[in-house]
């Protein structure tokens, strides 16, 4: 796409203080294919996490973008992530979501791959009378080309044209660093158990929604009266409390990444981390306080283009793989904390099935909303006026908090907050670093 | 399995699978119907009402303290909670509220005693969105314990449901499966 389609797809001028995305940019199927080259097979996507490979020969599978892949560790304990099709006819080699097994056979023929991904079996190979260039050429399955761990989450890029991904990830490492530290040995893990969903609105009513603190008291709102009535009935666990203002804020990062926190002075509910205030009191000597205040903060972090992990009164991994312009599947995992008790993790998880599960008492509102997007873009009314809270607040805003994670974030905002609160910030300009990635990679695409 | 229970035979049994028979319709009816207190009150206090989380392809979620569930409820309390956001009128899910049919069959007996019911049964449920015109059926499979104290009517103390086609739908609720 060329750079002047592209920006009257987005309008990113804030030196007028424009900021627009055009409602093609969710409804247009050429749009989402140009999407899918560009994007989720142009630049690292979360796959999942290395606990899920918790020993030799363990698989799982999954899609980057459009594409079925397969994740294995080798026999030596070496992790790839292979793409899952046979190289004979192409077929689908690996039809299960996970499990343990040191060879893969095609149904289809018999081939057969090893946890390396290489071919070790063409059935009836001496009788097939091959010509030469067959038996001298590779049968093995097609590596990603570009495959990365961070702190246990992993990445693949199926263009192999992109940075490490310690540099894509930049300085929104410091908030996947906040959520594995929470674990005496550094690890996290999916808890057992996880929910697929759909709705029918394009993904990135996803990826906006998971940055937007604005909706909570108007979309959830009859969940924050479920919690005002829990908390006349009693809490238990350590409250966390700050002597700090309340105010909610955000970082916006390169390479599309952006992350919301608030800061409460009361919280009406516990976190699995500080259930137990002797728990809290060891991350706290482990970590340092001010890391330990940062752990006990909501943070909603997104990781372009298909990874958001919310952290509150329990933590939520959540991907999505887009079907088409008006269709997106997500798949969410309970996120647990490797070596916390058995009362935090139960905290955890029921914490969890309440707001985050798609049947709990919030996510389905979210999705309800998503396709109630989906369909009012089909009205030609032109710009949204969705990209305006924060637009006049300095894009330094909030230098200290930067200053205590020791970040340099690209802009960082900072208002009013208040729990659920209608008269709270609801900043709107960290939506901003995904529409700029958006761009960028588009444009990189058409220009390759 | 409980020793206090035992196999159905002769006019307790045809009893014991009238009364579950009776209960499992009534619950499905009062959710088509809307009716939800009537609905609660099928349910006693310390009720459980549960829906596990598949696990893989073939195993669901057994233990809901340390395994994710769909749903996981321990008390009629957290089920009255449900029907508040439902009555609230703020929940964008019921803005509309979806039209259900519960259609309910193979309704198995499997063990009663005085106080004591189990049962097991099939269900389609379909869901009609009238926001989106999108008709979705949930196949679950339904088991009931049913129990009464003295004389007192039969109440459901644990539901648990099997959602076989677990790739969801945007909303899902107790309504709705």
Redesign the interface.
Same mark, same amino acid.
């Given at each position: 796409m060329d750079v002047e389609r592209l920006n009257t797809l987005v309008e990113d001028r804030p030196e007028d203080d424009i900021f627009a995305v055009n409602s093609a940019v969710f409804t247009d199927e050429a749009i989402f294919a140009a999407e899918m080259a560009a994007i989720f097979e142009g630049t690292w996507i979360y796959v999942g996490l290395d606990s899920q490979l918790p020993e030799p020969h363990s698989f799982f599978t999954t899609y980057i973008g459009r594409q079925p892949v397969i994740v294995m560790k080798d026999g030596d304990g070496q992790v790839g992530c292979f793409l899952n099709t046979c190289r004979h006819r192409g077929t689908l080699l690996c039809p299960?979501? =996970?499990?343990c097994q040191k060879i893969h056979v095609c149904r289809y023929h018999g081939w057969s791959y090893n946890t390396g991904g290489e071919n070790v079996f063409v059935t009836a190979e001496a009788t097939g009378q091959y010509a030469a260039s067959f038996t001298e050429a590779d049968h093995d399955l097609v590596k990603v080309p570009r495959f990365e761990s961070y702190r246990g989450l992993l990445f693949a890029s199926l263009n192999a044209d992109v940075p490490s991904l310690s540099e894509h990830l930049g300085d929104a490492k410091v908030f996947i660093d906040l959520v594995v530290d929470q674990s005496p040995v550094g690890k996290i893990e999916y808890?057992?158990?996880?929910?697929?969903?759909?709705?029918?609105g394009n993904w990135k009513l996803q990826f906006e929604n998971g940055l937007d603190f604005y909706h909570f008291s108007s979309?959830h709102?009859?969940?924050v009266?479920?919690l005002a009535?829990r908390a006349k009935r009693g809490t238990i666990g350590v409250l966390p409390s700050e002597d700090e203002p309340e105010a909610q804020g955000s970082f916006n990062f390169h390479r599309g990444h952006a992350v919301n926190w608030s800061i409460l002075s009361q919280s009406i509910f516990s976190r699995p981390l500080c259930l137990e205030q002797d728990a809290l009191d060891a991350v706290r000597a482990r970590v340092g306080a001010t890391r330990a205040k940062w752990m006990l903060r909501q943070r909603n972090l997104t990781i372009y283009p298909n990874l958001q992990i919310i952290d509150i009164n329990s933590a939520q991994i959540r991907t999505w793989r887009p079907l088409s312009a008006h269709k997106t599947?997500m798949t969410s =995992?309970?996120l647990g904390i490797v070596g916390e008790s058995?009362a935090a993790?139960?905290f955890r998880?029921?914490g969890?099935?309440d707001f985050f599960?798609?049947?709990? %008492?919030a996510s389905?509102?979210d999705?309800?909303?998503?396709? %109630?997007c989906q369909?009012g873009y089909a009205a030609e009314a032109g710009p949204r006026q969705g990209y305006a809270r924060g637009m006049a607040s300095r894009p330094g805003a909030a230098q200290k908090q930067a200053d205590e994670l020791n970040i340099s974030p690209v802009e960082s905002a900072i208002g009013v907050g208040k729990a659920f609160g209608a008269k709270a910030f609801g900043g709107e300009t960290n939506f901003f670093p995904g529409y700029r990635e958006w761009k960028r990679l588009l444009q990189k695409e058409s220009a390759r | 399995m409980n020793a206090t229970l035992h196999v159905p035979d002769g006019t307790v049994g045809a009893f014991a699978r009238a009364v579950a028979s009776d209960l499992i319709l009534t619950e499905a009816h009062e959710l088509d119907s809307r009716n939800w207190a009537a609905w609660l009150a099928l349910y006693s206090v310390d009720a459980k009402f549960w829906m596990p989380a598949w696990l893989d392809e073939n195993a669901q979620s057994d233990d809901p303290n340390t395994q994710v569930s769909l749903i996981y409820h321990e008390s009629r309390l957290e089920l009255e909670e449900r029907v508040d956001r439902v009555n609230s009128l703020k929940s964008i899910t019921t803005m509309p509220l979806p039209r259900t049919i519960h259609v309910i069959g193979g309704i198995r007996l499997l063990a009663h005693s005085e106080d004591r019911i189990q049962a097991s049964s099939s269900a389609n449920v379909h869901v009609y969105d009238p926001r989106t015109s999108d008709h979705h059926i949930a196949a679950v499979r339904y088991s009931h314990t049913l129990s009464r104290t003295g004389d007192g009517p039969w109440l459901i103390t644990c539901k648990t449901i099997s959602l076989i086609n677990d790739r969801m739908p945007s909303v899902v609720d107790f309504y709705t499966v």
């Open positions: 299960y979501k =996970h499990g808890v057992p158990g996880e929910t697929t969903y759909t709705f029918n979309t709102s009859s969940y009266d479920i009535e599947e =995992h309970c058995a993790r139960r998880i029921r969890y099935e599960n798609p049947p709990g %008492l389905s509102d999705n309800a909303m998503y396709e %109630l369909a | -």
